[in-house]
């Protein structure tokens, strides 16, 4: 894995700094994306594997039922105010100084 990581790095940085015509360049960027995320999902393996960490992550997979809910309600509440917002104040908020 940690190779295939460190070809995955090797490819964006490439992506990034060559004019590749036929790369759109955002693909290096999300290469290097997808390469900081793999990493960060291979520390986390990692340390599920040691006792101290399996009880911290067995705890969090407990809360993520109850906080899922709450952050649910909380979502649909400020969606609500959002809408209000959006209807009392619409065009009246502009950039220009006219």
Request: hydrophobic share 55%; with cysteine; proline share 2%.
């Given at each position: 894995?940690?190779?295939?990581?460190?070809?995955?790095?090797?490819?964006?940085?490439?992506?990034?700094?060559?004019?590749?015509?036929?790369?759109?360049?955002?693909?290096?960027?999300?290469?290097?994306?997808?390469?900081?995320?793999?990493?960060?999902?291979?520390?986390?393996?990692?340390?599920?594997?040691?006792?101290?960490?399996?009880?911290?992550?067995?705890?969090?997979?407990?809360?993520?039922?109850?906080?899922?809910?709450?952050?649910?309600?909380?979502?649909?509440?400020?969606?609500?105010f959002?809408?209000?917002?959006?209807?009392?104040?619409?065009?009246?908020?502009?950039?220009?100084?006219?």
């Open positions: 894995m940690e190779v295939g990581l460190q070809v995955l790095n090797i490819l964006a940085i490439s992506a990034l700094i060559q004019d590749w015509s036929d790369v759109d360049p955002r693909e290096g960027s999300i290469l290097i994306t997808l390469t900081i995320i793999l990493r960060v999902v291979r520390v986390m393996y990692l340390l599920a594997e040691l006792k101290q960490f399996k009880v911290i992550f067995e705890t969090i997979s407990r809360f993520i039922s109850p906080f899922y809910i709450l952050i649910l309600c909380l979502y649909c509440v400020y969606y609500l959002a809408m209000v917002g959006m209807t009392a104040f619409g065009g009246l908020v502009t950039t220009s100084s006219h």
